[in-house]
């Protein structure tokens, strides 16, 4: 089930060196016994250099090893997706380059969210609104990134509007007090990475949970991913009696909140799966965490495919 370290590729080019005690994506992963809709979305994955032609942001707080767009299509077409929505990740700061390159190669099947700088410039958005990109990502997980200022939030909420992006915003659930009032007034559609980081070991009928729920409630524009139980799971990816389900702590959450927001949930892989410590996923165990979340043929379409192709592919499928 797990393949830290075996994969043969495993490398970061470029003269990067790895953080030390990375974890590599798997090369194996297992074919998920879930049967995906078609025209199902990975709304959540990553490309990550190559280093020798994309090189990692020197802001960057990991190294990972490469993740190239060959590979994360390969995984699409094993796992059983159509389209990848691939999403700017912080080792790569505000150089969109490989993600454009990823989105040029991918057919039209794959769009992007970016991460740009207060000084971006209109014609620089059209370029990588005509990449593919309809989106940008602020970051506020600490060990990610330095503190954002918000007014250059605000500032570049104002300059994507026009083009009808949305934001994503990836944040841990202890931050979500302080933070609550700000994304509240994001005038965009809002959309939270991985339901806002819970802690799965509190009640999912807590306070903590129910302050995300409530965020949720409050705004109709806002969004979530329900994805990463590996990253978010404390009973961990052991296989049940040779079941494969997995991240069974994660389930309450996730279930409670496509049940509830049946039309503003997405899901993703979030291949190579960044900075994880304890293991590294089988991504076909991954897809079969799916029906658990979503437990009806509606609502894994949904899941999978209305909702990401009415955000992503608003044009069209
Ligand atoms: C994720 C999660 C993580 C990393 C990033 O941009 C990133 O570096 O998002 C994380 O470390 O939790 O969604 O990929």
């Given at each position: 089930m797990t393949g830290a370290g075996t994969s043969p590729h495993g490398q970061t080019t470029g003269g990067f060196e790895k953080t030390p005690g990375w974890l590599d994506w798997y090369d194996g992963p297992s074919a998920p016994t879930f049967r995906m809709p078609?025209?199902?979305?990975?709304?959540h994955c990553h490309v990550f250099g190559p280093g020798d032609r994309f090189p990692y942001a020197p802001e960057r707080k990991y190294t990972p090893c490469d993740a190239s767009a060959e590979q994360l299509f390969a995984l699409r077409d094993r796992l059983g997706f159509d389209r990848n929505v691939i999403v700017q990740a912080t080792?790569?700061?505000?150089?969109n380059r490989a993600l454009v390159d990823a989105l040029r190669r991918s057919g039209g099947r794959a769009r992007g969210v970016a991460t740009v700088r207060r000084d971006v410039t209109d014609a620089e958005i059209a370029e990588l609104h005509e990449a593919g990109v309809r989106g940008v990502r602020f970051n506020f997980v600490k060990r990610l990134v330095e503190r954002l200022d918000t007014a250059a939030l605000e500032e570049i909420v104002h300059k994507i509007t026009p083009l009808g992006w949305h934001v994503v915003i990836y944040f841990e659930a202890e931050d979500l007090p302080e933070l609550y009032d700000f994304f509240s007034g994001i005038p965009t559609d809002v959309v939270v990475d991985?339901?806002?980081?819970?802690?799965?070991?509190?009640?999912?009928?807590?306070?903590e949970f129910g302050l995300f729920l409530r965020f949720l409630r409050e705004n109709p524009n806002v969004w979530t991913k329900v994805s990463c139980p590996e990253r978010l799971?404390?009973?961990?990816p052991p296989a049940l009696d040779g079941?494969?389900?997995?991240?069974?702590?994660v389930v309450p959450f996730a279930r409670r909140v496509v049940e509830e927001f049946p039309d503003r949930v997405l899901w993703g892989t979030?291949?190579?799966?960044?900075?994880?410590?304890d293991h590294m996923p089988d991504d076909g165990l991954l897809v079969d965490h799916i029906p658990r979340i979503a437990t009806t043929v509606a609502l894994q379409k949904q899941l999978l495919v209305d909702n990401p192709l009415r955000l992503y592919w608003p044009e069209g499928a």
């Amino acid at each position: 089930m797990t393949g830290a370290g075996t994969s043969p590729h495993g490398q970061t080019t470029g003269g990067f060196e790895k953080t030390p005690g990375w974890l590599d994506w798997y090369d194996g992963p297992s074919a998920p016994t879930f049967r995906m809709p078609a025209g199902a979305v990975d709304a959540h994955c990553h490309v990550f250099g190559p280093g020798d032609r994309f090189p990692y942001a020197p802001e960057r707080k990991y190294t990972p090893c490469d993740a190239s767009a060959e590979q994360l299509f390969a995984l699409r077409d094993r796992l059983g997706f159509d389209r990848n929505v691939i999403v700017q990740a912080t080792c790569h700061g505000s150089d969109n380059r490989a993600l454009v390159d990823a989105l040029r190669r991918s057919g039209g099947r794959a769009r992007g969210v970016a991460t740009v700088r207060r000084d971006v410039t209109d014609a620089e958005i059209a370029e990588l609104h005509e990449a593919g990109v309809r989106g940008v990502r602020f970051n506020f997980v600490k060990r990610l990134v330095e503190r954002l200022d918000t007014a250059a939030l605000e500032e570049i909420v104002h300059k994507i509007t026009p083009l009808g992006w949305h934001v994503v915003i990836y944040f841990e659930a202890e931050d979500l007090p302080e933070l609550y009032d700000f994304f509240s007034g994001i005038p965009t559609d809002v959309v939270v990475d991985h339901m806002g980081r819970p802690d799965v070991g509190k009640d999912p009928d807590g306070p903590e949970f129910g302050l995300f729920l409530r965020f949720l409630r409050e705004n109709p524009n806002v969004w979530t991913k329900v994805s990463c139980p590996e990253r978010l799971s404390l009973t961990g990816p052991p296989a049940l009696d040779g079941e494969r389900y997995a991240y069974t702590d994660v389930v309450p959450f996730a279930r409670r909140v496509v049940e509830e927001f049946p039309d503003r949930v997405l899901w993703g892989t979030d291949w190579p799966h960044p900075n994880l410590t304890d293991h590294m996923p089988d991504d076909g165990l991954l897809v079969d965490h799916i029906p658990r979340i979503a437990t009806t043929v509606a609502l894994q379409k949904q899941l999978l495919v209305d909702n990401p192709l009415r955000l992503y592919w608003p044009e069209g499928a």
